[in-house]
């Protein structure tokens, strides 16, 4: 409910005291969830214009200019507190919010992904939460994306112990179109306000507020409930009749329902709106007007459409068996004014409903982080072979083919690069493609949460580089626990500073985000957990590059690997998380090696790129072995750095670094020199189907590829029960 504050202000502000409808609408849109009134004044510090940004952040998806008439939209979105309460169906109808974001553009939904976060499955029995949560998460994403036909293309996912008993759930979705079949969001006076889709019933009543609060109690009613096959009918007509002009503008119903949605297009046309709540087609009679305001039900759209466009939109959704409802008018400027079977039952300024009061919040550098510690020695390891097949079983690092198996990934035909690799490629068209890929990393943002983020960036960049793809713009996902607490808010606005310093000096604009707060139970508030989205574009099919290496490849590794453990798998699975140096990102050595991958792979001089990030050089090196079935022989000593241990060497976290294979060794160690990089060649790829790594000589690991695989599919083997 409103604070004491709040309700002050609003009084103020209405001249009147408010009667509890509107209280209803104005708590709903004034939500953490929705109104942003702790975040607002430092999201818009990010950077977010660029020469191919045509919609920033702040509307239903960012949109991009693919070029040709062709933009791409992309936005992303959670589903936190209703996916641990009932997964199922609350990571189902995440999945529906940021599809009806995208057609909300005026732009057909063409890939979607996701970022998903548990706690430990590493000894979890048949009956955990752990399993039980993620178990069915992945059920409801993969059965909504399928139903649907649009194809899951990738994701990350990560386990740690901050997420008991509690989930995070971020779905991103990806939308093509033309430049001008955008739908421009415009109303004049006397255009009709419909609302289609689902009738409005109870379900979800209070998700915005329920989801601006901790997770003290199991509040399934706020859990709203799914439909795929509706919201397949609703993409082809929105698609058919924005195609047709029929639409001026439209929005979807998420967090708020109507409150929300009519409010916050109201402000977005600046126009105000009559609304007759009877006239809203509903599951059940007796609805009260409170009810229908604030109600969620899915797989709803309110459409602003001209009066002579009535007839052909009546005919497009007719045909599609979609039921909708006149529900009002455009009329005046700026007010919302709510009827009831003719009776005026609220008057508000759409205004001062989008506009909450923003909150001046305290922060504190958290106290935990003075007592790090930042060195620690480890017992001397004796058997490398145990410890890498150990790191590859870590569900952190190994494959995620368990996930990726039940969503129907080709569907659409355009997934050139499917999941499981660095990052997605999508078509567009013969010789234009797009690439993304989600990052993040919890342990890295707990011990620092600047350079966590900007250890997060960096990796997201380098992971759509590696597939040949120049990077043009980022999403992200803040998630955190409650802002009230100064010193989770402090972490807050380091990954910010850190997202507004990276992006300035890449010069990568961020088109799209959200902020989620309140992620926490009784037990304890998450780690700081950002989410950062890459989309690159690739524009020439023979740029595409994999991470599967070719037999004769000269492996070459770029970047300097420093002595970085702090947060890393590797000291936590010595049960060390906390202690250590995390990684640190130098911005001038991340764009210096970034563009020489991006150089070399579009001079035809690349067979295979991987970075180097969770698991560190060793799981990248056999990542690569996996991936082609092949043997790799490396001189661990030719490798840069700086480390006083194998193990170190092996499994530190330094960001800025890729390896990469090429058939041209020569060509490769001329540019790279040109290019002032620091670089080593440091073995090669043969079919022995052995992971070969020495150090002058003497061997450090030999594994054969099917111990490798054995370990590294080992989530299979946890989720089937064998």
């Given amino acids: 409910m409103l604070t004491r504050k709040e309700d002050i202000y609003l009084r103020e502000k209405l001249g009147r005291k408010p009667n509890l409808l509107e209280i209803d609408m104005i708590d709903a849109e004034w939500s953490e969830h929705c109104s942003y009134k702790s975040s607002r004044k430092y999201v818009k510090l990010l950077p977010s214009s660029g020469k191919r940004v045509i919609v920033g952040p702040g509307y239903d998806a960012g949109v991009l200019d693919l070029g040709n008439d062709d933009v791409l939209t992309v936005h992303i979105e959670s589903h936190n507190h209703p996916s641990a309460v009932e997964p199922y169906g609350g990571a189902a109808t995440g999945v529906g919010g940021v599809i009806r974001d995208i057609i909300s553009m005026g732009t057909r939904p063409i890939a979607l992904l996701n970022a998903l976060r548990f706690s430990s499955l590493n000894g979890a029995n048949k009956t955990s939460k752990a399993k039980w949560l993620f178990k069915n998460v992945v059920k409801g994403i993969a059965d909504y994306g399928n139903c649907i036909g649009i194809p899951t293309v990738g994701g990350d996912i990560e386990f740690d112990d901050s997420f008991k008993d509690y989930c995070l759930v971020d779905v991103a979705a990806i939308g093509l179109g033309k430049k001008d079949k955008l739908i421009a969001n415009h109303a004049n006076d006397g255009d009709l306000i419909v609302l289609a889709g689902n009738p409005t019933g109870k379900d979800g009543i209070r998700g915005a507020s329920f989801a601006s609060k901790l997770l003290d109690e199991e509040d399934r009613s706020a859990v709203q409930i799914p439909d795929p096959f509706l919201e397949k009918l609703i993409i082809e007509a929105t698609i058919e009749a924005a195609k047709n002009n029929c639409i001026n503008a439209i929005k979807d119903l998420g967090g708020g329902g109507l409150s929300c949605c009519l409010s916050e297009l109201s402000h977005l046309v600046n126009r105000g709106f009559e609304i007759e709540l009877s006239s809203v087609h509903t599951k059940v009679a007796g609805l009260s007007p409170n009810e229908i305001m604030i109600s969620e039900s ?201 997202i507004i310093d990276f992006c300035n000096f890449m010069k990568i604009p961020v088109v799209g985000g959200k902020v989620s707060f309140y992620n926490e139970t009784m037990n304890s508030p998450i780690k700081p957990s950002p989410i950062i989205g890459t989309i690159g574009l690739i524009e020439d099919r023979w740029h595409i590059t994999t991470n599967v290496p070719n037999v004769g490849d000269t492996l070459f590794i770029l970047g300097q690997t420093n002595e970085e453990l702090g947060g890393s798998e590797y000291f936590d699975s010595h049960l060390h998380s906390k202690y250590g140096n995390v990684p640190m990102v130098d911005l001038e050595t991340d764009r210096r090696n970034n563009l020489a991958v991006l150089h070399l792979i579009q001079n035809g001089l690349v067979d295979c790129a991987h970075d180097c990030s969770k698991g560190g050089i060793g799981t990248a090196l056999a990542e690569l072995a996996i991936s082609g079935k092949l043997g790799i022989t490396v001189d661990l000593k030719k490798v840069p750095n700086n480390c006083s241990r194998y193990d170190y060497l092996l499994f530190s976290e330094t960001h800025s670094r890729f390896i990469i294979g090429t058939r041209q060794p020569d060509k490769v160690n001329k540019i790279l020199s040109s290019r002032n990089c620091i670089f080593s060649e440091i073995g090669k790829v043969d079919r022995t189907k052995i992971l070969n790594l020495c150090y002058s000589g003497k061997e450090i690991i030999n594994l054969p590829y099917d111990d490798l695989n054995l370990g590294y599919n080992t989530m299979n083997h946890i989720m089937n029960g064998t």
């Avoid at 005046?332 to 923003?358: E, R, T, W, Y």
């Avoid at 997605?424 to 010789?431: G, L, R, T």
């Avoid at 250890?455 to 759509?464: D, H, Y």
């Fill in 298 to 498: 899915q797989e709803r759209m309110v459409y602003i459409i001209n009066k002579q466009k009535l007839s052909t939109f009546d005919k497009i959704f007719n045909k599609y068996g979609i039921t909708y409802s006149i529900i009002g008018k455009v009329h005046g400027q700026d007010n919302l004014n709510i009827l009831f079977h003719g009776k005026a039952i609220a008057n508000i300024s759409c205004n001062l409903m989008v506009n909450a009061p923003l909150c001046n919040r305290k922060s504190k550098k958290p106290e935990y982080l003075k007592k790090i510690k930042k060195k620690i020695v480890l017992d001397k390891i004796r058997d490398y072979n145990i410890i890498l097949l150990d790191m590859l079983s870590n569900p952190n690092i190994g494959n995620k083919n368990w996930v990726y198996q039940q969503y129907d990934h080709e569907v659409g035909l355009r997934t050139v690069i499917k999941p499981g690799a660095n990052a997605s490629v999508i078509k567009i068209n013969d010789n234009k493609f797009v690439s993304i890929k989600l990052d993040g990393n919890s342990k890295h943002c707990y011990l620092d949460p600047y350079h966590g983020t900007l250890g997060c960036l960096s990796e997201a960049c380098r992971n759509v580089i590696c597939t040949g793809a120049e990077p043009i713009g980022i999403i992200d996902h803040l998630q955190f626990g409650s802002p009230e607490n100064p010193q989770i808010y402090w972490t807050f606005k380091e990954s910010i500073e850190a």
